[in-house]
């Protein structure tokens, strides 16, 4: 049986952990901070899967292509949309209790989905439901945790037929590097939302997993696909509002109170994410920077306290009472539709290195992922990750045998780069001003001449590894949203000849990025706070 090495305290990779335990493997997990401190645990909305008679995987299959704007890799949707069922009956086994109304399961509509089929737990706390079933049945098994323990780089060694992955540099809770053998090493790090000043994600989403996996040489793609979900809150933190609202029947409303979606999509406030955040970014722009808001008034007070209770005080955190007025959204980076490329096993093109969950790029997003999907791919393909897992233990680093040089260092190497070390924040605003929801050859330039003359700190602890981490993607997000010269899914070139992008609104001419979506709001807020 093989040693695995597990990143990532998230969905991905407790399943991950779980299920090699239960295969037989002596298993590590480490994570950044505490075991429930992922991206997992902020998942509202629900996980999707054709569970329900009116429904089918062919059906589900149909939805996530389309959403993901025909660029989803049909053979992985087909896994997931097929698998998922099985997938969500073993969480019910790990202990995840699913809402249950009158006849059953209940189950939410959101975004593009032709079928209510999200389930959703706690109302709006799936994330959390799911995190904490994963992490009692985790530490049940006979697996070795260590909590704030951060992945730095991957150990890869010289074969004959290119480079073994064999471990991990480490960052342990003291301060100390120090190296850990495996003989697979599986990245469930989660996604790097931090690369943007407007962000649904937690603090630890800096894609650590990807950086290093690139570093080490490791195939990624599809880093131009940035989800930015359509209704954040438009208030300090940007918290997430759930697409299940929308789903449940919250409408959008301009500056005059009119219902813009209408107009645009057929489908309006259920139209793919990537066309409602588009266009509520646009309305934005057209009302000089004033926010569009969602109006959740219909729903009733007692039906939004049942159903959403962590939304609604999430509201009230902010100084509003959703029950009774519109509030204030703004579009905000959510989710990675790119990463570390795998098979359908989870296998990269390094061997022994295994990616799943949101740092994996499964294909099974295309150019926009569907709602609700995210949990799930990270179950489905963690699943098979496990299964193909070595049966016996390749060996690990020979006796001896230095670690080959990682082939990318354009960043990580502070020897080699004069120029200023990177500025987090300032990056963030680069990444949000012109790496955003639109983008056109001149900002991505611009944006590449400041990435470049910024350099990589050594990482000597979790926050230097970390921004040597988010320099390192944006730095290859640029390139890739610069390389995508048309528009699709998630991507919009401005400026791009051809729209393959769904949307039909007009764009706002003559006005900065900076100045509008609710963005001024929220540095008022900030500034006021
Ligand atoms: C949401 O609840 O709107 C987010 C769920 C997701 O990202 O799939």
């Known amino acids: 049986m093989a040693r695995v090495l597990v990143v990532g305290g998230g969905i991905g990779g407790l399943w991950t952990a779980v299920r090699a335990a239960d295969a037989g493997h002596e298993v590590e997990l480490v994570t950044k901070t505490e075991l429930a401190d992922g991206n997992t645990r902020h998942a509202q909305g629900g996980i999707a899967a054709a569970l329900f008679p009116d429904d089918s995987a062919e059906r589900h299959f149909a939805d996530t292509i389309e959403a993901g704007a025909g660029l989803g890799d049909p053979a992985s949707v087909r896994v997931l949309c097929d698998e998922g069922p099985a997938r969500v009956r073993d969480l019910i086994r790990f202990g995840v209790a699913f809402d249950h109304g009158d006849s059953g399961l209940e189950r939410g509509l959101e975004a593009a989905h032709s079928r209510a089929r999200i389930l959703h737990a706690g109302g709006d706390a799936t994330g959390a439901a799911i995190e904490h079933a994963l992490v009692a049945t985790v530490r049940r098994r006979a697996v070795r945790i260590h909590e704030h323990t951060m992945l730095v780089d991957l150990l890869v060694t010289a074969g004959p037929d290119g480079g073994r992955v064999t471990g991990a540099r480490l960052l342990s809770a003291s301060g100390d590097l120090f190296e850990a053998t495996a003989d697979a090493v599986v990245l469930a790090t989660g996604g790097a939302g931090q690369l943007f000043c407007h962000t649904t994600n937690p603090d630890v989403a800096t894609g650590d997993g990807v950086a290093a996996a690139w570093r080490a040489g490791a195939e990624v793609a599809d880093l131009e696909f940035v989800q930015f979900h359509p209704t954040a809150l438009a208030a300090p933190g940007t918290p997430l509002i759930s697409e299940a609202v929308r789903g449940e029947g919250a409408v959008l409303r301009d500056a005059e109170g009119h219902r813009f979606m209408a107009d645009l999509d057929p489908r309006a406030e259920l139209a793919p994410r990537d066309v409602v955040a588009r266009a509520v970014w646009r309305r934005s722009l057209e009302q000089d920077g ?125 020897e080699t780069h004069a120029g200023a070390p990177v500025d987090r924040a300032a990056l963030q605003a680069l990444m949000w001003q012109h790496v955003g929801l639109e ?69 706002a001419a003559g006005r900065r990025h900076h100045d509008v979506a609710g963005v001024h709001q929220i540095a008022d807020a900030e500034e006021a706070a």
């Open 290 to 414: 004033v926010p569009v808001t969602l109006d959740a008034t219909a729903l009733g007070r007692a039906f939004l306290d049942r159903r959403f209770p962590g939304l609604g005080a999430a509201c009230r955190d902010a100084g509003f009472d959703w029950a009774a007025e519109p509030v204030p959204v703004t579009p905000a980076a959510h989710y990675a539709m790119g990463g570390v490329v795998t098979d359908l096993d989870g296998r990269t093109s390094l061997p022994g290195l295994f990616a799943v969950g949101e740092t994996a790029r499964t294909g099974v997003h295309g150019a926009n992922r569907l709602a609700s999907n995210s949990l799930l791919e990270a179950a489905v393909f963690a699943d098979r990750a496990v299964r193909a897992l070595p049966e016996a233990g390749h060996s690990a680093r020979p006796a001896g045998a230095p670690p080959v040089g990682a082939p990318h260092e354009a960043s990580g190497n502070p």
């Open 439 to 507: 983008r056109t050859a001149g900002g991505l330039a611009a944006a590449s001449a400041v990435l470049d003359a910024w350099r990589a700190p050594e990482p000597h602890d979790r926050r230097t590894a970390e921004d040597r981490n988010l320099l390192d993607l944006a730095r290859l997000t640029v390139a890739a949203a610069a390389a995508r010269t048309e528009s699709v899914g998630a991507h919009f070139r401005a400026d791009a000849a051809t729209d393959r992008a769904r949307t039909s609104t007009r764009p």
